[in-house]
């Protein structure tokens, strides 16, 4: 039963993934910005509820051999508003090398951004929410446009 369980979880995943390689493009979510919600991973949330339920373990990713972590699908990204976040920008978690570190912007603030925005945002020089709001609208632009990549 365990197998079963884990095929249905790896199979949502998977299924999301191809769904996402279409629906998430710039171009995709250009086209449908009328709209004012988009897709945001549902077969991929669904999957996450499944391995929680069942146990499967199939989202706990070894990012890290010293610490147990686990992917998850956020809330809406703060940069495009359309997909959702997979990654967090933010305060320095419990544990954290702090010695010699100073206080910035980051350390108070936090966003949540997809896979999209992610690799675009640029967090240097980000001091005020008006930084950031400035930074956001730049990525937006890039990654919700007329492009296929
Ligand atoms: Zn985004």
Redesign the pocket.
């Given at each position: 039963m365990t197998l079963v369980r884990r095929g249905i979880v790896t199979a949502l995943w998977r299924m999301d993934d191809y769904v996402d390689w279409i629906l998430l493009r710039p171009v995709t979510v250009q086209l449908f910005s009328f709209l004012p919600r988009w897709w945001q991973c549902e077969l991929a949330k669904l999957s996450e509820r499944l391995d929680e339920r069942w146990k499967t373990g199939v989202w706990n990713i070894q990012l890290d051999p010293n610490v147990n972590e686990r992917l998850i699908v956020g809330p809406v990204?703060d940069?495009?508003r359309?997909?959702a976040?997979s990654v967090t920008v933010g305060p320095m978690g419990e544990g954290g090398d702090t010695e010699g570190h100073e206080q910035g912007f980051f350390d108070t603030h936090e966003i949540g951004?997809?896979s999209?925005?992610a690799p675009e945002f640029r967090d240097e020089g980000i001091e005020s929410e008006a930084d950031l709001q400035k930074e956001l609208e730049r990525v937006r632009d890039r990654?919700v446009s007329w492009r296929w990549s």
């Open positions: 990204c940069a495009c359309k997909r976040s951004l997809c999209w925005c990654t």
